[in-house]
């Protein structure tokens, strides 16, 4: 089944030729009910980008730790366009978004989790692809899902475009969330607070932040971006509850800022990490771990509970090696794990930034790390994933390569499976009687 939709082909009128980006606030309104349906997956669900918390870890679960494409593949896909995006599972549906750049469509597809059969593709796009840079691709924003629709964000007409599907297919809207002026293209995901679908809108000279009803695709509040700079952002927003009250956490413009994810209203700021950012910041409660980038290269250490401009107070630790640009920081057992670029793996010490070890991987990293049980995946550019313990030590258990190359996407885990998208195809590894894809329900709180 495939579905057609031009969103947003009448937005072109809106497109003017150089220049910052303008984008009208929008003050969130007290007392505003919706009709958006409470948050909830089943317990082994990996529905957004890094997983149900966005903190890349998963320690209830366990997924293969060896495979090759005859052992383990329980099934391989063709995926027919081009994109960076995770996939996202939920139940028996995995989501991804995908792009044909010869047709300049953009779509999200639908695999049924068990067979690998695709269940539907709905293109939402067609024409308007913003230029990106050559590592970037025109579908790298993982779909988010809240158990009940599945949400995405595209750059298309120089706007930002995001959509909520239904579980078959169908458009429930489609809403221009502001001004876009791609750089190197688009990177960042939803995210999740309460009623509400946030995304980063961080452009060249310019931004915003909004966050969007998700069950009508009203903008509840939009807040301006502050910047001086040239260049674009690629950092997807977090919220999480630290210092005893939810952050939305957002880096970038040589800046980390948290705001009040009900109203958009700032909490803290701090300078830093660096001009440009394109990973997701790694987080545990009262700390926020951020590293970048362009032009300057520093990985800190933030404690998550002042007020104002707290750069001089609430900055623990910061450190200018080796630092991660592209792969999203992790923290697990009270350390930090860094992965350069350039495949150097560092571990720090939450609390102190003391280094406890350095390992050189080798390759290209472009992927985010995640951990299943006691065990990292890495995933380098070129499709090798290396899996490793950490603890005092770096302690390597295999290295893994499948015959479709790529390794741009971060793999996903769901019911004690591990899903790789690579270059043109989107796998399914693990043992089948592992798996309960319906799993048990909960409420999700960021």
């Known amino acids: 089944m495939k579905k057609i939709v031009f969103g947003i082909c009448s937005l072109t009128v809106f497109c003017g030729c150089g220049g910052a980006p303008s984008v009208e606030p929008i003050k969130a309104s007290p007392n505003v009910s919706s009709s958006a349906e409470p948050i909830s997956f089943g317990e082994q669900d990996w529905p957004l980008w890094r997983g149900q918390h966005q903190t890349g870890l998963s320690p209830e679960q366990s997924a293969p730790v060896k495979w090759s494409e005859t052992e383990k593949v329980l099934w391989k896909s063709s995926v027919p366009g081009r994109g960076h995006s995770s996939p996202s599972i939920v139940g028996d549906n995995v989501f991804l978004t995908d792009a044909d750049e010869k047709q300049g469509a953009q779509s999200v597809i639908c695999f049924d989790r068990t067979t690998g059969k695709q269940k539907w593709t709905t293109v939402v796009n067609s024409g308007g692809i913003s230029k990106k840079h050559r590592k970037n691709s025109d579908a790298s924003a993982t779909p988010a899902s809240d158990g009940h629709s599945v949400f995405t964000a595209f750059t298309n007409h120089d706007r930002l475009q995001v959509i909520a599907l239904d579980f078959d297919g169908n458009v429930i809207w489609n809403v221009d969330a502001g001004e876009f002026k791609s750089e190197h293209g688009y990177g960042s995901s939803p995210t999740f607070h309460e009623n509400f679908v946030i995304v980063n809108g961080d452009s060249r000279g310019g931004g915003f932040i909004a966050a969007l009803d998700r069950a009508t695709g009203e903008i509840a509040w939009r807040n301006r971006r502050e910047t001086s700079s040239r260049h674009g952002n690629y950092s997807t927003p977090v919220v999480a509850t630290l210092a005893g009250k939810p952050q ?41 771990i951020v590293s970048g980038g362009y032009s300057e290269n520093v990985t800190m250490c933030i404690q998550a509970d002042g007020t104002g401009d707290v750069t001089d107070s609430h900055v623990k630790w910061s450190n200018s090696r080796n630092i991660a640009y592209v792969p999203s920081p992790i923290i697990a057992d009270e350390n930090v794990l860094v992965l350069s670029g350039e495949g150097i793996l560092t571990s720090y010490n939450l609390e102190t930034g003391k280094r406890n070890w350095q390992e050189r991987i080798g390759g ?62 989107l796998y399914c590894l693990g043992q089948a009687e592992t798996v309960d894809p319906n799993g048990l329900t909960l409420n999700h709180s960021n």
């Open 248 to 288: 939305l956490i957002q880096q970038g413009y040589g800046r980390t800022v948290s705001y009040n994810p009900e109203t958009g209203e700032e909490i803290w700021r701090v300078d830093g990490p660096s001009t440009v950012t394109a990973n997701t910041v790694a987080f545990s409660d009262p700390y926020v």
């Open 364 to 425: 290209n990293f472009s992927a985010s790390p995640i951990r299943v049980g006691d065990y990292y995946y890495i995933t380098s550019e070129e499709g090798l994933v290396t899996v490793f313990q950490a603890g005092e030590k770096y302690e390597k258990i295999s290295e893994n390569r499948l015959e479709s190359a790529g390794g741009m996407a971060t793999p996903a885990v769901s019911g004690n499976q591990l899903f790789i998208r690579t270059d043109s195809h």
